[in-house]
């Protein structure tokens, strides 16, 4: 087999120009200069505007089928009740969670079956649920939870959004003229969202409403919501 053999002086012109070629070309990157990671936020706290108030029983009974059926029998009393008064995006009425499991005594045998079923009124009239919900008498109050509706997030979360922007942008052109640039351009950014709430507890909710009579309305009260947007990312100065 013969072998290809190139003149020394050719190989070595070969290696040259390998060496010389730009570090791009050879698959290395150049190191960022002047480039600045930097991020900003815009905070908006607003009252929340939507309401889930969950309404739910429980059954004992010897077997799993009488507990089921006194179940859907107060489930369908609650919905039929509730039903009178919904609206839509005012009140919107569901069912909710539906469990059964059974009961063992201390022999590791099956006593009895228990099971429980909820109901969940919501929507943005505080006033019709909470009236709704103190005349549905075959179940109590055992969750109230309040939060941004979808139309009221997307307005604060845009409002947010350009305090953001215009803070980053007030941020990086500070830098820049701080290091003895004139101007920046944007590398890469990313935008993130966030809220926080003031949860009600269970314990409250539940306690609320045995303190009135069955017909009145189940006392509510919204808290506030606070909508975070932060944008981060890095600038080239110049």
Request: aromatic fraction near 4%; include cysteine; charged fraction near 20%.
């Amino acid at each position: 087999m013969s072998v290809l053999r190139l003149p020394s002086s050719l190989l070595l012109a070969c290696l040259g120009a390998a060496i010389l070629l730009p570090a791009h070309a050879q698959g290395v990157l150049p190191v960022p200069q002047n480039v600045v990671q930097l991020s900003a936020s815009g905070v908006v706290e607003v009252p929340q505007d939507f309401l889930s108030l969950t309404l739910s029983t429980t059954r004992e009974a010897p077997d799993a089928a009488t507990v089921q059926t006194q179940l859907k029998a107060a489930v369908d009393a609650a919905l039929a009740e509730a039903r009178k008064a919904a609206q839509p995006g005012q009140m919107e009425v569901r069912s909710g969670a539906f469990s059964l499991y059974p009961r063992h005594n201390k022999e590791g045998r099956i006593s009895t079956w228990q099971g429980t079923a909820e109901i969940v009124l919501e929507g943005r009239d505080f006033g019709r649920i909470s009236s709704t919900a103190g005349r549905v008498s075959a179940l109590t109050v055992s969750q109230v939870a309040f939060s941004l509706s979808r139309e009221e997030r997307a307005r604060v979360e845009a409002q947010a959004q350009t305090m953001a922007i215009t803070q980053f942008k007030a941020k990086a052109g500070d830098i820049a003229r701080g290091f003895g640039f004139s101007d920046y351009s944007l590398r890469e950014v990313s935008v993130m969202a966030d809220e926080g709430g003031m949860p009600r507890p269970r314990a409250m909710a539940m306690q609320a409403k045995g303190a009135y009579a069955d017909s009145a309305p189940v006392p509510v009260e919204a808290g506030k919501s606070t909508v975070t947007v932060t944008v981060s990312g890095g600038v080239q100065l110049r």
